[in-house]
């Protein structure tokens, strides 16, 4: 507005005289926010399988995990269930994530909804998430769905993975903000299960969280074999037996 006042001055000062207008510089696109993101989700574009070399969800297929803590020792089963879940129209496995803690009590169980596109890429719709004191559950902080209260889905695993990629795995504002950062691939991963070759790695966060970070492993064909935390304790998980119905 300024420039365009100062033009009209210049005009009305000396008539005899003009200067060729100045072309206004093009008005820049905006970068995306997550304010403003809001992914256009065809159930048509989706598939029956999930299949991606690093998040492979085959129905019948329990993944167990051991975590060392600074509270003990943890053991994690991630059970593929024959389940499925329909959000936004599209249909999801069910994917059933249980937590024990070193006296063998359950201290978190969460149910998530994953679906893969037509391209590869892993999308997540959301959890059910209870955490448990006592046998009785004292919350169900985490918990969001796609298409309700603003969630929002979100690809947890793209299908062609570029060191230097960042974007968030789930998304609902102030509850679920988990973001992911590839660091490598070609990385060696070695646990209880075995040591494997041509590893993704990545660095994983929540701005809910800044002083939590971890690093993950993802081999192929496996999926997700190792977590060791870089920043706010000294966590570990480990793969350590894949059973299959």
């Not at 072309?23 to 574009?45: G, S, V």
């Not at 790695?201 to 870089?230: H, R, S």
Request: charge should be negative; charged fraction near 25%.
């Amino acid at each position: 507005m300024l420039l365009a006042v100062a033009i009209m001055v210049g005009l009305i000062a000396c008539t005899s005289t003009r200067s060729p207008t100045p072309t206004p510089a093009p008005t820049p696109t905006p970068t995306p926010t997550e304010e403003t993101y809001n992914p256009i989700i065809d159930p048509n574009n989706f598939v029956a399988r999930i299949d991606n070399q690093y998040y492979s969800l085959t129905p019948g297929t329990t993944f167990i995990y051991r975590g060392e803590t600074e509270d003990g020792i943890e053991k994690n089963e991630v059970y593929v269930t024959p389940q499925t879940r329909e959000v936004l129209g599209v249909t999801c496995i069910v994917v059933r994530d249980r937590v024990w803690d070193e006296d063998d009590e359950l201290v978190e169980e969460t149910y998530d909804w994953y679906a893969q596109d037509k391209d590869g890429n892993v999308w997540y719709f959301g959890e059910d998430s209870k955490e448990y004191e006592n046998g009785v559950v004292v919350s169900t902080e985490g918990s969001w769905e796609a298409g309700v209260g603003g969630a929002e889905p979100r690809i947890i695993m793209k299908a062609n993975q570029r060191v230097g990629d960042s974007y968030h795995q789930e998304y609902y504002k102030g509850e679920a903000e988990d973001m992911v950062e590839v660091v490598s691939l070609g990385e060696t991963a070695s646990v209880p299960y075995g040591s494997f070759t041509d590893c993704l790695k990545t660095k994983e966060w929540t701005p809910l969280e800044p002083d939590i970070v971890a690093n993950k492993y993802y081999a192929p064909g496996i999926g997700f074999v190792l977590e060791i935390m870089v920043k706010g304790g000294s966590e570990r998980v480990e793969l350590i037996d894949i059973k299959t119905n």
